[in-house]
């Protein structure tokens, strides 16, 4: 089976290509997962008609080139088939110069062995090296080290091979989702906007950069930022589409901190995959991404808050990263001091009516006796893409007389502004599509697909041709996550529709004077379907008891209210009755104590009622058998939830900050399609169900129960559980069985003295602050943990072997810590042992002398270490050496305390190579805040590979001026250390991997 080609110039036959040494895994590893390709949907090429030979076979290049993906199963027998080899170049040259991207997969061999040709998969190669050209073996050579530094999954990490495989397949259906195969091909002028970008971003360079896109709305800001992305997301470890920051911004009803601070958490929770990330301090993001590189589109951005909450300084980001800034105004990225700017300019004639054409006749050109007509339009449209897009879209397959009569409406509009030009779009849809567009414009922008269309069920609408209407007339789009977008201008042609609309024929009201006029006098009508507005306009609302008695086919009810503004303010009756057909009730700092008594949920799918006055929702047990939804986060007062035995669709269940709820009902552990359950900061909470054994729940967030006594009984498909700041004295056994857990928090639990068992698929575990005394000696299996945290830990005295594919380590404050594992192997990770000042010789002796490769160490100490045996007081130091020499350094580092507003402090690194021309480099270290003296060791790879460099000089700085260089030292790494640190590990589970570059 094959895909259809696409009618654009690029033809893809096959989701994905793989190269791979047959015997070594066709029968197991690649037979389980291309099963696994087939359940997803993912069409694999399949060679097995092809007979293998020394050269790669044409109909073999072919395959390669129309395939989306490229992925590369590196085993132990690989290199040992020169077939591989050629396949294996020519997928790379397939990725520089067609963009494709490549991933792999390390089955049962180190990667650093495939880089460095050694070991049993070097031998193998040498093999196949055996008469073969120079040239031949230095193609070879090069492919097998670019491919090994490309980011994969490596199956020693992974104790159960069913969930790599299907973390496998997700990733691949991640980049098929995230890569379009021929979304932006028809986009006339792309190619030559992506080329003049791509100028701009110099992705060549280290540095971190951002670039601003700017120029009018509508023009095409947001299409070519997500081709970019879509081209480039795969060279980033790290990457996050923020579309519509303007509308994130403006629906947050808080101070500026706040604001920024929810931007921030929007922001780290996608990037860093942590669903409901709550930060207290603006120094996140610094702290988080400062050595990631990441992409980061930042998309409609209209107000400097923004850019000052989401990338306050190119400096909070690592090496190489990009983010790049959509925005209407020039001037503001003038003002955040952003001089990289490429402004969109409206396309020429011919690209627009190019454009146009792709719209109203699925092809490049008019079609024939169409052609004046066409760019007659292409003129009243004023060139606009969003224009010719949605007047294209509405004239397709329209006859010619059909054409006239929209050319003469559009020339009768004597301004022809561009919301009359799109005004047409919402004009040429049939009636029930009309009110589908409106409720999308007002209530459902940005919102989940299918939750659009379970609100919108149970209507007149036929919800799901609707939107495939409106999607074909280029109404709207379903982002790749999922959700319903409208762009701001076709939302503000709805608004307009219905202001122009006669008051009484209204089914939708959204002017907030009017409505409350209607709400306190009882002045509506059957029309009416939906009510959006926000208090802060009008002050104070007074709704009368039969405020809805004439509004029976009230459906959506949306009303935003600003609770800390004590100008506002909503007076309810307690007799007030809600219409009983309602689907969506949202209403911010509802005022009353509990919902009216005749209250009929049982259409509700949606109940948002967050910063209310509630002390409970409602006496008896409606049924609920609609309600997905149900959020009710920072209502103080709400003493008691009802039974939910009904509510058997709920999804979501949200009750962060409800203080006063002591008891959580045990129809709770009924809803079986429970996938995220936040109770953050819920300080009285102390009874939950018997067990949540719910296979549905994902997320549980209880971080903050502080009278929570007992571990919860969760199902092993929990993939994130945070039990920060709780009374739990115990981790039940079972939670080492829980493969898909991810991320644990068990900070600032005081009462936690152990924790023998240990979730083996774990990423993040967080004890910090905790009562831990040990950490269990199994941690050294958990070959997936990159981030462990165990700052405050003050009762730690030791710490056991970690895994060596640990990224971060967090130790500082620990104050009993005296002994760690010796050898101490984690060559990449950042470890903070700040204000460890009981750690023994033996501790710092292992810290200091391991291998460092992209990783540092931070200790106490006050003086260079003696294998440092270049030395110098002060902040630099001249070595003769030649500039591919490789280097470790230590730098007695002091602070100053007249400066203490910096959470984060950065050590400036530069190196200059003494020859005829000096060859330089900067390089810049993030480090955690000391209040004493402290040892700072990292590794410095090579100036230049340039044997006429003799002298290099190392100088080092405090970019912001908080701390001082007392001395530095400097150790040439010999081949002989580099042997020596690679045997202090000696179960050699994962060799040396010195950086190269």
């Given at each position: 089976?094959?895909?259809?080609p696409?009618?654009s110039?690029?033809?893809?036959?096959?989701h994905?290509?793989?190269?791979?040494?047959?015997?070594?895994?066709?029968?197991?590893?690649?037979?389980h997962?291309?099963?696994?390709?087939?359940?997803?949907?993912?069409?694999?090429?399949?060679?097995?008609?092809?007979?293998?030979?020394?050269?790669?076979?044409?109909?073999?290049?072919?395959?390669?080139?129309?395939?989306?993906?490229?992925?590369?199963?590196?085993?132990?027998?690989?290199?040992?088939?020169?077939w591989?080899?050629?396949e294996?170049?020519?997928?790379?040259?397939?990725?520089?110069?067609?963009?494709?991207?490549?991933?792999?997969?390390?089955?049962?061999?180190?990667?650093?062995?495939?880089?460095?040709?050694?070991g049993?998969?070097?031998?193998?190669?040498?093999?196949?090296?055996?008469?073969?050209?120079?040239?031949?073996?230095?193609?070879?050579?090069?492919?097998?080290?670019?491919?090994?530094?490309?980011?994969?999954?490596?199956?020693?990490?992974?104790?159960?091979?069913?969930?790599?495989?299907?973390?496998?397949?997700?990733?691949?259906?991640?980049?098929?989702?995230?890569?379009?195969?021929?979304?932006?091909?028809?986009?006339?002028?792309?190619?030559?906007h992506?080329?003049?970008?791509?100028?701009?971003?110099?992705?060549?360079?280290?540095?971190?950069?951002?670039?601003?896109?700017?120029?009018p709305?509508?023009?095409?800001?947001?299409?070519?930022?997500?081709?970019?992305?879509?081209?480039?997301?795969?060279?980033?470890?790290?990457?996050?589409?923020?579309e519509?920051?303007?509308?994130?911004?403006?629906?947050?009803?808080?101070?500026?901190?706040?604001?920024?601070?929810?931007?921030?958490?929007?922001?780290?929770?996608?990037?860093?995959?942590?669903?409901?990330?709550?930060?207290?301090?603006?120094?996140?993001?610094?702290?988080?991404?400062?050595?990631?590189?990441?992409?980061?589109?930042?998309?409609?951005?209209?107000?400097?808050?923004?850019?000052?909450?989401?990338?306050?300084?190119?400096?909070?980001?690592?090496?190489?990263?990009?983010?790049?800034?959509?925005?209407?105004?020039?001037?503001?990225?003038?003002?955040?001091?952003?001089?990289?700017?490429?402004?969109?300019?409206?396309?020429s004639?011919?690209?627009?009516?190019?454009?146009?054409?792709?719209?109203?006749?699925?092809?490049?050109?008019?079609?024939?006796?169409f052609?004046?007509?066409?760019?007659?339009?292409?003129?009243?449209?004023?060139?606009?893409?969003?224009?010719?897009?949605?007047?294209?879209?509405?004239?397709r397959?329209?006859?010619?007389d059909?054409?006239?009569?929209?050319?003469?409406?559009?020339?009768?509009?004597?301004?022809?502004?561009?919301?009359?030009?799109?005004?047409?779009?919402?004009?040429?849809?049939?009636?029930?599509d009309?009110?589908?567009?409106?409720?999308v414009?007002?209530?459902f922008?940005?919102?989940?697909?299918?939750?659009?269309k379970?609100?919108?069920?149970?209507?007149?609408?036929?919800?799901?041709?609707?939107?495939?209407?409106?999607?074909?007339?280029?109404?709207?789009?379903?982002s790749?996550?999922?959700?319903?977008?409208?762009?701001?201008?076709?939302?503000?042609?709805?608004?307009?529709?219905?202001?122009?609309?006669?008051?009484?024929?209204?089914?939708?009201?959204?002017?907030?004077?009017?409505?409350?006029?209607?709400?306190?006098?009882?002045?509506?009508t059957?029309?009416?379907?939906?009510?959006?507005?926000?208090?802060?306009?009008?002050?104070?609302?007074?709704?009368?008891?039969?405020?809805?008695?004439?509004?029976?086919?009230?459906?959506?009810?949306?009303?935003?209210?600003?609770?800390?503004d004590?100008?506002?303010?909503?007076?309810?009756?307690?007799?007030?009755?809600?219409?009983?057909?309602?689907?969506?009730?949202?209403?911010?700092?509802y005022?009353?104590k509990?919902?009216?008594?005749?209250?009929?949920?049982?259409?509700?799918?949606?109940?948002?009622?967050?910063?209310?006055?509630?002390?409970?929702?409602?006496?008896?047990?409606?049924?609920?058998?609609?309600?997905?939804?149900?959020e009710?986060?920072?209502?103080?007062?709400?003493?008691?939830?009802p039974?939910?035995?009904?509510?058997?669709?709920?999804e979501?269940?949200?009750?962060?900050?409800?203080?006063?709820?002591?008891?959580?009902?045990?129809?709770?552990?009924?809803?079986?399609?429970?996938?995220?359950?936040?109770?953050?900061?819920?300080?009285?909470?102390?009874?939950?169900?018997n067990?949540l054994n719910?296979?549905?729940?994902?997320?549980?967030?209880?971080?903050?129960?502080?009278?929570?006594?007992?571990?919860?009984?969760?199902?092993?498909?929990?993939s994130?559980?945070?039990?920060?700041?709780?009374?739990?004295?115990?981790?039940?056994?079972?939670?080492?069985?829980?493969?898909?857990?991810?991320f644990?928090?068990?900070?600032y639990?005081?009462?936690?003295?152990t924790?023998e068992?240990?979730?083996?698929?774990?990423?993040?575990?967080?004890?910090?602050?905790?009562?831990i005394?040990?950490v269990?000696?199994?941690?050294?299996?958990?070959?997936g943990?990159?981030?462990?945290?165990?700052?405050?830990?003050?009762?730690?005295?030791?710490?056991?072997?970690?895994?060596?594919?640990?990224?971060?380590?967090?130790?500082?404050?620990c104050?009993?810590?005296k002994?760690?594992?010796?050898?101490?192997?984690?060559?990449n990770?950042?470890?903070?042992?700040?204000?460890?000042?009981?750690?023994?010789?033996?501790?710092?002796?292992?810290?200091?002398?391991?291998s460092f490769?992209?990783?540092?160490?931070?200790?106490?100490?006050?003086?260079?270490?003696?294998e440092?045996?270049?030395?110098?007081?002060?902040?630099?130091?001249?070595?003769?050496?030649?500039?591919?020499?490789?280097?470790?350094?230590?730098l007695?580092?002091?602070?100053?305390?007249?400066?203490?507003?910096?959470?984060?402090?950065?050590?400036?690194?530069?190196?200059?190579?003494?020859?005829?021309?000096?060859?330089?480099?900067?390089?810049?270290?993030?480090?955690?805040?000391?209040?004493?003296?402290?040892?700072?060791?990292?590794?410095?790879?090579?100036?230049?590979?340039?044997?006429?460099?003799?002298?290099?000089?190392f100088?080092?700085?405090?970019?912001?001026?908080?701390?001082?260089?007392?001395?530095?030292?400097?150790?040439?790494?010999?081949?002989?250390?580099?042997?020596?640190?690679?045997?202090?590990?000696?179960?050699?589970?994962?060799?040396?991997?010195?950086?190269?570059?």
């Open positions: 089976m094959t895909l259809r696409s009618s110039s690029c033809s893809w036959r096959f994905l290509f793989p190269s791979f040494h047959g015997p070594d895994v066709r029968v197991s590893f690649l037979s997962l291309r099963k696994q390709f087939e359940r997803n949907g993912i069409i694999m090429f399949n060679d097995q008609e092809i007979q293998r030979s020394q050269i790669i076979k044409p109909e073999l290049t072919r395959a390669i080139q129309e395939s989306r993906i490229l992925i590369v199963v590196l085993s132990q027998s690989y290199a040992s088939s020169s591989c080899l050629n294996l170049v020519e997928i790379l040259k397939c990725e520089e110069t067609a963009g494709r991207i490549v991933m792999t997969i390390f089955y049962k061999v180190d990667p650093s062995d495939v880089r460095k040709q050694i049993e998969f070097g031998e193998a190669f040498k093999k196949t090296c055996e008469g073969r050209t120079q040239t031949e073996i230095q193609r070879w050579t090069r492919a097998l080290t670019h491919v090994a530094n490309i980011e994969g999954e490596h199956s020693l990490n992974w104790v159960n091979e069913a969930d790599m495989i299907e973390k496998i397949a997700k990733d691949v259906s991640d980049k098929l989702n995230a890569t379009p195969s021929n979304d932006f091909d028809s986009m006339v002028g792309l190619e030559a992506l080329e003049k970008l791509k100028s701009s971003l110099h992705l060549e360079k280290d540095g971190a950069m951002i670039v601003g896109i700017s120029g709305a509508g023009i095409g800001k947001t299409t070519i930022a997500r081709a970019l992305y879509n081209q480039l997301s795969s060279n980033f470890p790290l990457r996050y589409f923020m519509n920051v303007r509308g994130i911004y403006r629906r947050i009803d808080c101070d500026q901190h706040g604001l920024k601070l929810h931007l921030q958490e929007q922001l780290l929770s996608k990037i860093l995959n942590h669903d409901g990330m709550k930060i207290f301090h603006s120094d996140v993001v610094y702290e988080r991404l400062q050595n990631q590189k990441v992409l980061i589109i930042l998309d409609d951005v209209d107000h400097l808050e923004q850019l000052d909450a989401l990338a306050r300084d190119v400096s909070w980001f690592g090496h190489g990263s990009r983010i790049i800034v959509t925005t209407e105004d020039q001037e503001l990225l003038k003002q955040h001091g952003i001089k990289n700017t490429y402004h969109v300019n409206l396309p004639n011919e690209e627009a009516l190019g454009i146009f054409s792709r719209y109203a006749f699925r092809q490049s050109t008019p079609t024939s006796g052609k004046d007509l066409a760019e007659r339009v292409v003129e009243l449209c004023g060139n606009l893409p969003l224009g010719l897009r949605v007047v294209g879209s509405s004239l397959e329209k006859n010619e059909e054409w006239d009569a929209v050319v003469h409406r559009l020339e009768t509009n004597l301004d022809r502004d561009i919301e009359r030009v799109l005004r047409f779009g919402y004009e040429s849809l049939h009636e029930t009309q009110i589908l567009f409106l409720y414009a007002i209530f922008n940005y919102i989940d697909n299918d939750h659009v379970s609100m919108l069920s149970s209507t007149h609408l036929d919800e799901r041709h609707g939107l495939n209407t409106l999607v074909n007339r280029s109404l709207i789009d379903i790749s996550k999922g959700k319903v977008v409208m762009h701001k201008l076709l939302q503000q042609v709805g608004r307009q529709v219905i202001h122009r609309q006669e008051p009484w024929k209204r089914q939708i009201l959204m002017d907030a004077h009017e409505i409350s006029d209607i709400l306190e006098h009882g002045k509506g059957r029309a009416v379907s939906g009510i959006s507005f926000d208090t802060f306009e009008t002050g104070q609302v007074f709704i009368s008891a039969s405020a809805f008695k004439r509004m029976p086919n009230l459906r959506y009810l949306s009303v935003h209210t600003r609770w800390h004590k100008n506002d303010r909503v007076y309810i009756p307690e007799d007030m009755e809600f219409p009983p057909r309602l689907r969506l009730l949202h209403w911010d700092a005022p009353s509990s919902l009216p008594p005749k209250f009929y949920p049982e259409h509700l799918v949606e109940l948002n009622m967050q910063e209310s006055q509630l002390e409970k929702l409602w006496e008896g047990t409606p049924r609920l058998t609609n309600l997905k939804k149900m009710l986060m920072e209502s103080w007062h709400l003493k008691e939830l039974d939910l035995s009904s509510a058997t669709k709920l979501r269940l949200d009750l962060a900050w409800c203080q006063s709820l002591v008891e959580i009902p045990f129809s709770l552990s009924n809803l079986h399609k429970l996938k995220v359950l936040a109770m953050f900061a819920c300080s009285n909470l102390q009874v939950l169900p067990t719910l296979a549905s729940l994902k997320v549980v967030n209880m971080a903050g129960c502080s009278r929570l006594r007992k571990f919860p009984d969760f199902s092993t498909n929990i994130s559980l945070k039990l920060s700041n709780t009374l739990v004295e115990q981790v039940p056994a079972s939670i080492q069985h829980w493969t898909r857990l991810r644990l928090d068990l900070s639990n005081e009462k936690l003295k924790l068992n240990l979730p083996e698929g774990a990423s993040h575990l967080n004890l910090s602050y905790s009562g005394e040990k269990s000696d199994c941690i050294k299996g958990l070959h943990l990159q981030h462990f945290n165990l700052s405050g830990c003050r009762k730690l005295e030791s710490l056991p072997e970690l895994p060596p594919q640990l990224m971060f380590l967090s130790a500082n404050d104050e009993s810590l002994s760690v594992s010796c050898p101490f192997y984690t060559p990770a950042q470890l903070n042992f700040t204000n460890c000042f009981k750690l023994g010789q033996q501790a710092r002796r292992a810290i200091i002398q391991q490769l992209d990783g540092w160490a931070l200790l106490p100490g006050r003086e260079v270490p003696a440092f045996d270049h030395r110098a007081r002060g902040s630099s130091l001249t070595l003769h050496c030649s500039a591919s020499s490789r280097f470790k350094i230590c007695v580092v002091a602070p100053n305390h007249q400066i203490r507003e910096y959470r984060v402090s950065q050590l400036l690194c530069r190196r200059i190579g003494k020859c005829e021309l000096d060859l330089s480099s900067v390089k810049v270290y993030r480090i955690p805040r000391f209040g004493t003296e402290h040892l700072f060791i990292f590794h410095s790879g090579c100036i230049e590979d340039d044997q006429s460099v003799s002298e290099i000089v100088e080092f700085s405090s970019k912001l001026h908080d701390f001082e260089i007392v001395e530095c030292g400097v150790q040439i790494l010999t081949d002989e250390i580099e042997r020596s640190a690679m045997c202090l590990n000696p179960a050699k589970r994962l060799k040396t991997t010195l950086s190269e570059q």
